[in-house]
């Protein structure tokens, strides 16, 4: 609600909002080549959204990303579908073929 002062206290009226809008979402994808700080990154923005109150979800789309690179466990991990170990022990790829593997 909005209060409307027009200067004279008998006038002063209370206005409601017309217009309700919904939530908005949004999404960061951060991409990198390896070293460059997407972890550190990462971590600290998702510290930084829960010191906000803010609701945030880890997503790992890196089928090579070791579990311990990560501060916050991902609520979604394409490790759970397809792990570079996983199809290099089994097709014997090295590891740029078993991560085109794994990418397609």
């Given at each position: ?12 009226r209370t206005l409601k909002p017309i217009i ?59 490790k759970d579908l397809v792990s570079l170990e ?19």
């Amino acid at each position: 609600m909005v209060r409307v002062d027009s200067g004279d206290r008998d006038q002063q009226r209370t206005l409601k909002p017309i217009i309700s809008l919904p939530l908005m979402r949004y999404a960061v994808l951060i991409t990198g080549p390896a070293g460059a700080g997407k972890s550190t990154f990462t971590g600290a923005f998702l510290n930084h959204l829960t010191i906000s109150r803010r609701t945030a979800h880890l997503v790992n789309l890196d089928p090579a990303a070791s579990p311990t690179s990560f501060e916050v466990e991902p609520a979604i991990d394409i490790k759970d579908l397809v792990s570079l170990e996983d199809v290099m022990s089994e097709l014997e790829y090295g590891p740029n073929g078993g991560l085109v593997y794994c990418f397609e």
